[in-house]
């Protein structure tokens, strides 16, 4: 039987197959961030209460299997995933204190899917 987390009324199992991409999708540039992105990542997933079970970043995108609990919306998780980090990214490796308006590192939207709805009953 599956591990289901809970809170206080709740028991659940939420997972989401999500998917973005930089803005440029340049190849050179993500293998410089790759070791970083990974502990900036975790640590930001943490601060909405989720967990990244498991995650690849590839050449030109990012995949990630996110545990997020149910109340939160999957849409609030992930813009701040990208929010921050590209932050992040903007203060360590281009040497800013801000981030300005119109200088994002991640280009506009993500793919998401559910995970493990198939077998499950009512």
């Given at each position: ?94 040497g800013r204190c801000r981030n300005f ?22």
């Amino acid at each position: 039987m599956k591990e289901y987390q809970s809170l206080s009324h709740t028991r659940w199992d939420c997972k989401y197959h999500v998917v973005f991409i930089p803005k440029r999708r340049k190849k050179r540039v993500f293998g410089v961030l790759r070791e970083q992105l990974v502990e900036v990542f975790h640590e930001l997933a943490l601060h909405k209460e989720s967990k990244i079970v498991e995650g690849h970043l590839r050449h030109d995108h990012l995949h990630m299997c996110l545990s997020i609990p149910p109340r939160y919306a999957v849409s609030n998780v992930v813009a701040y995933l990208k929010g921050k980090s590209a932050i992040v990214i903007a203060r360590r490796f281009a040497g800013r204190c801000r981030n300005f308006t119109g200088q994002s590192f991640w280009a506009r939207g993500y793919f998401v899917s559910m995970i493990g709805l198939t077998g499950s009953r009512v």
